[in-house]
């Protein structure tokens, strides 16, 4: 008991002298640098003290920021719409040069009679050949007249006269060729083929054959090919 007494007496104590420090009403005593210490600790706070600009950073300083070039203006062309002249378009019509007239170029064959008979034999194959069966014709007449016994004037002329559809002639020619020569394979052969024309099958066949015994290949093809001999 004695010992909670003496406790509460000691805390009461304690408490009125804290009190009393605070009072108020007590003056207390300013301190002289309390100003000049309050500015060494905060020179924010100093009027009189003067502010240095913001430095850049240093690292900005090392590497610089890299600025965009401004974008180009852009230009808009003002395209002008020509619109032309119609006769400007058309230029001045232009006469047509006028030639002298020109009489036309007219191939006049030579006269038969102003060629060599070597000529005219050529002529006259030329002529057989392009289907030129009339002039052909009068080609080998003249061979003929100027060489009766020469059996391949008659199987020339025998052609020609079957390129004109005109049979009996041709097959009276390829007889006399082969009159005048039996072994004549190319008289046989074209015999055979004017026969046929004239529609006699079976004396073709026997002309075909002896224009392959004596060496001519087309008669042989046509009676393997046509006639399966």
């Known amino acids: 008991m004695k010992t909670l007494l003496l406790l509460l007496t000691i805390t009461f104590t304690f408490n009125f002298t804290s009190i009393a420090q605070r009072n108020p009403t007590k003056d207390r005593e300013k301190s ?11 020179p924010l706070r100093n009027p009189d003290q003067k502010r240095e600009p913001v430095q850049q950073p240093y690292r900005e300083k090392i590497n610089p920021p890299q ?82 016994l020469n059996c391949e ?11 004109l559809e005109l049979f009996e002639k041709a097959s009276k020619d390829f007889r006399k060729a082969i009159k005048l020569n039996k072994r004549y394979a190319d008289g046989y052969y074209y015999l055979g083929l004017t026969e046929i024309s004239s529609g006699n ?29």
């Open 32 to 42: 002289p640098d309390r100003i000049d210490r309050v500015n060494e600790r905060n």
């Open 67 to 148: 600025t965009s070039p401004p974008p180009e203006p852009v230009v808009i062309e003002v395209v002008e719409i020509w619109n032309p002249d119609p006769c400007d378009c058309c230029p001045d019509p232009v006469s047509p040069i006028n030639y002298p007239h020109m009489p036309p170029i007219i191939d006049n064959p030579p006269s038969l009679d102003n060629l060599s008979l070597t000529e005219v034999y050529d002529l006259g194959i030329k002529n057989l050949d392009t289907e030129l069966f009339n002039e052909a014709i009068k080609c080998f007449n003249i061979l003929i007249k100027d060489d009766p």
């Open 153 to 163: 004037f008659y199987c020339y002329r025998g052609r020609a006269y079957h390129g």
């Open 201 to 229: 099958i079976d004396e073709a066949i026997v002309d075909f054959g002896l224009a392959s015994d004596f060496g001519n290949d087309k008669a042989k093809n046509l009676l393997k090919k046509y006639f399966k001999y």
